[in-house]
């Protein structure tokens, strides 16, 4: 490897750093900044976001228990639900508990799901990030960093003209790559335990669904095979013309008429860290998604007439490197409920693992679970903390909690734990619990 001497153009310090602004890191920034931290957000794109925006995926999957009752994600989740409400970008997922179009008439596993409008909530995001006092730098990415004995010292990132420096007392990882731990040299793991990771995809949006149609011919069926679009898919797939590797129409209805697809994808094992290999992907995926809307139009009733209006910018990478935490958040955790003393948050989404040429669905056992903080400090890196999707958890657990809701859940825990840590000079990991916690509490998340 060759190295390279770094002429640093702009120096920058501050509490904690946040990299990488998806909705784990939005949380995150927000909740260490409220809490008192001086917090920088550096984020490679314009906006934040990540997945749901530049990913064009929605809706967030569900904030509610396992019988679809109460909800129990909220704080900061709930705070989000309701200024994208007040602005007409969100509909509420107290309507999105029976079967309809929001949630791709899928109760199963999606009960209290929330369409977000993908332009609104990038306002939405970038507000409360400023008023909460984060310092935003966007089309700034990390690309190494110094380390002190067991500590991050300082990151390197770059924007399109200089190499800047960030000194910070506490740093996380919300890159969804753990791309600051690997550089880090904190602990990393990937897939499962053969490396296999889950499918990629890449979202898509659609306008000219004839609803009424849809609507009435869905709401009728529940099981997928039943569904009136299954024989024109299993002729298209004798015949050659059904163009991709989901077995069904997967698309859910947007606040303003428009519908999201989650139909594109691609069966081979994508290594998401080449970006050889992601530009291939990325081309060949538009080039799958015309081929889908030429299948709806020729084939699927109440489809003849859509519209693509946006395929996503980035292509969707459901599971990639994860920093090895504290303790690692397993599949008999979530069986078992186990109820750590340590939990931040309380989710029910099913395992959801996407393979080859179909969905490996499995539902959890149909209780409530807890997510503890230790998994998203480092095993070996004092003042390095992650949320969202690099997680240190085994393959099952992360497919449960890779959704939106629970990242925000995370990434809200590790922005109050980072911020303590940099108040009290300490190590994330010697920060008490119990205090989270209570702010966690004060801020109206349920525990259990
Ligand atoms: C195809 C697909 C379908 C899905 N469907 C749903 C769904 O229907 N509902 C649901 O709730 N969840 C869904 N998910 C899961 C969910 O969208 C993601 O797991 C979640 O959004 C991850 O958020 P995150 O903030 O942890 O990471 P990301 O969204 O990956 O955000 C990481 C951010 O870091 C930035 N970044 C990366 N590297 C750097 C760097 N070096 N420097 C600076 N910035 C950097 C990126 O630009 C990005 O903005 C889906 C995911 C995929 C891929």
Redesign the pocket.
């Known amino acids: 490897m060759n190295r390279v001497t770094l002429d640093v153009q702009r120096e920058y310090e501050c509490d904690v750093l946040v ?7 939005f949380a995150a920034a927000v909740s260490a900044a409220r809490n008192g931290a001086k917090t920088i957000l ?4 314009g906006f934040l ?4 925006t ?2 064009l ?5 569900t904030c509610y228990d396992a019988e679809g009752k109460e909800r129990i994600i909220k704080g900061l989740y709930l705070e989000l639900e309701k200024r994208l409400l007040e602005l007409n970008g969100a509909v509420s997922a107290d309507q999105c508990l029976g079967s309809n179009s929001y949630n791709g008439y899928r109760p199963m596993g999606h009960k209290g799901v929330m369409p977000f409008d993908g332009e609104i909530i990038k306002i939405v995001f970038e507000q409360m990030c400023l008023e909460a006092g984060v310092h935003l730098l966007y089309h ?3 690309i190494g960093c110094e380390t002190q004995g067991k500590n991050v010292s300082v990151v390197y ?1 770059c924007d399109s003209n200089d190499i800047i420096s960030i000194k910070a007392k506490m740093f996380i990882d ?4 753990s ?1 600051l731990a690997y550089k880090a040299g904190a602990e990393t793991m990937r897939g499962n335990e053969d490396g296999i990771l889950q499918t990629t ?1 890449m ?1 898509f949006t659609i306008s000219g669904v004839d609803k009424a149609y849809v609507d009435a011919h869905m709401e009728r069926m529940t099981e997928r095979r039943e569904r009136f679009y299954m024989d024109a898919i299993e002729q298209g797939k004798k015949d050659g013309t059904f163009p991709c590797g989901t077995p069904t129409i997967r698309m859910f209805e947007n606040p303003n008429g428009t519908y999201s697809v ?1 139909m594109a994808q691609i069966d081979e094992q994508v290594n998401e860290l080449d970006n050889e290999v992601i530009t291939q992907c990325e081309i060949s995926q538009r080039l799958q998604i015309q081929q889908i809307i030429k299948f709806m139009r020729n084939n699927i009733p109440g489809l003849e007439n859509v519209e693509l209006v946006a395929t996503a910018s980035d292509l ?3 599971e990639s490197r994860r920093m090895v935490g504290k303790t690692i958040f397993c599949l008999e955790d979530i069986q078992q409920s186990k109820k750590f003393d340590d939990r931040i948050a309380v989710c029910a989404n099913s395992i959801d693992i996407h393979q080859k040429d179909r969905v490996n669905y499995t539902t959890h056992t149909g209780s409530n679970y807890y997510i503890p903080l230790s998994c998203l400090i480092s095993n070996n890196i004092d003042n390095l903390l992650t ?4 997680l240190s958890a085994d393959r099952y657990a992360f497919a449960a909690v ?4 629970p ?1 925000i859940a995370m990434g809200e825990a590790v922005g109050i734990t980072a911020a303590l840590a940099a108040k009290k000079n300490i190590a994330a990991a010697d920060v008490p619990c119990k205090e989270v916690q209570d702010i966690l509490v004060a801020n109206g998340a349920y525990l259990g």
């Open positions: 990299c990488g602004g998806g909705v784990s890191g550096i984020e490679s794109g976001g990540g997945t749901a530049k990913g995926v929605a809706p967030f999957m700034t990415t990390l990132a919300t890159t969804g790559t791309a995809s979202f989650n969707g990478v459901r949320a969202g999707k690099s890779r959704v939106m809701p990242c």
